[in-house]
C-alpha cells in the first residue's frame, strides 16, 4: 500500500507557541514509533475536521490512494475498517500522535495478513509485542513503538481490536486471499416500431408534439400522399378494366357490338367500372381492414394476459 505524505503541514506547536511542520514531527520521534508512518500531522488534523462520516470517508480515500474504493473490494473493506478504527479513536479523544499511531497499527496488523499471511495466533502475539513496555519514561533507551499511549489506553486498543479484526479474521483472510470476479452486466433491448399509418386509425403520438403541429404537417402530407395513391390506382384499375372487356369485345361475332365505335365502348366500361367496381372494391378493402384490426387487438389482449 502506497501512502501519500503531505509535505510543509502543520502539527502541534513548539514551546514557543510556533508551528511544528511534518518534517519537525518526523526528526523529533524517536526510532521505532509508530508515529507518523502512514498519516502525518496535517493530515491527522485535516481528517479530524471532517464534519460527516461521508466526508471523513472521502478524506481518507484521498490520502490512502485508496482510488478504486468504489468498485475494488479489497479497496473498500480496508477503508471502511481505517475509516471506523479513526472514529473510534477520535472518540476516546486521542490526539493527534495517538491517531497517527493507532492507524499505523491498524495497518500493520491488515498487511500482516495480507502480506506475511499470518495466523490469527501469530497476529496477536504481534499486537502484544507492540505495546509491550507500554507506561516506561524512557523510550529512546528501549524502542517502544506505542509509548505515547498509556496502560489503559492499551486495554481499550487490545479490546477493539480483539471484538472487529480478530473477530472477524477468517473474513479478513478470505479477502486479501481471493481474487474479486469481475462481472459484466448487459441486457438486450428490444423496441418495436409502430408502421406507417396505411388504415383507417390514426398513428401513435410523435414524441408528444402539439396536436396542431401534428395535424397541420403529418397529417396533411399523410393525406395528400394517399389521395395521390389512390387516384393512379384507380386510373391503372380502369384502364386495365377497359382493355380486356375490349380485347373481349372485339373478339366477339355478334353484329351489334361492331356497330358501336371503339371510343364510345371504352367510355361505357370506363363509367361502368368507376360507379360499380371501384366502389364494391374500396368496401371491401375496409371490411379487410376492419377485421386485421380486430384480430391485433384481440392478440395484445391475449399477450398482456
Known sequence: MSIKHASGGKSKNTKDGSAMTDEEA????PNGSFAWKVLVPSQVRALSQCETPHELEEKMASILEFDESKVELTQACQLDCYVIAFHWAKDKCFDERQLSGFI???S???NNIKEHQMSKAENITYLKECFSGVGSENPDVVSIPLYFFKLEHAKLIMQYLLTT???HYKLYE???TQQQDELIIGSDLCTEVCPEMSGPFPPPLQEAIPVETYELFAVQKDTEKLGSVDAMDEATIT???ADSVLKAVESSESEIVKTVPTS???????NITKEMVLPAKAEIQNKIKGKEATYLARISKIQAK
Open 26 to 29: 518526523f526528526e523529533k520521534e
Open 174 to 176: 478470505y479477502l486479501f
Open 104 to 106: 499505523t497499527l491498524v
Open 264 to 270: 364510345d365502348l371504352r367510355k361505357i366500361i370506363e
Open 165 to 167: 479484526i480478530f473477530q
Open 108 to 110: 500493520n496488523i491488515l
Open 239 to 241: 384502364e386495365q378494366i
